[in-house]
């Protein structure tokens, strides 16, 4: 599985929306999870959402009930929307993507590539969110 592009992202007021995309190769073998990560201020990486190839998903606490994460398996996208923006979810986001056999699970999915990555893994370019209060 490889990510070929992403998409979304921009400036908005606090309490606005945004939707960020990520397009990918590799879906069909029905064997992955996706992801988004985000990098504030502070520079740390942090796992915001995640899906696989079966359907579930994990969001990050911080996020929780205000993004959500989808595929459209159809057109190859994942989604992350994001509503109720804060002024700290200003960050880059970054879509990832590997091979779910690789992973025990979304949660160590989540936990593994906010600290680091491996050759398996497969990141977006980047998209920068800005959230003004």
């Known amino acids: 599985v490889q990510i070929l592009a992403q998409s979304g992202g921009g400036s908005v007021q606090a309490g606005g929306s945004l939707r960020l995309s990520c397009t990918a190769s590799g879906l069909s073998d029905n064997n992955y999870c996706m992801g988004w990560f985000r990098q504030g201020p502070a520079n ?8 696989d190839s079966k359907g ?7 996020v929780k009930g205000r ?3 989808s595929i459209d398996n ?9 509503n ?3 002024p700290e979810d200003t ?18 999915f989540l936990d593994y590539a906010s600290r680091g990555t491996t050759d ?8 920068q969110v800005v959230v003004s209060s």
């Open 91 to 108: 960050g880059m986001y970054y879509c990832a993507a590997a091979p779910s056999r690789l992973f025990r699970g979304l949660s160590f």
């Open 44 to 51: 740390v990486r942090e796992g915001v959402a995640a899906i």
């Open 56 to 62: 579930s998903t994990r969001i990050g606490d911080s």
């Open 84 to 86: 109720s923006l804060k």
């Open 67 to 69: 993004f959500t994460i």
């Open 120 to 127: 398996s893994i497969s990141w977006g370019q980047g998209t």
């Open 74 to 82: 159809a057109a190859n996208t994942l989604h992350l929307q994001m």
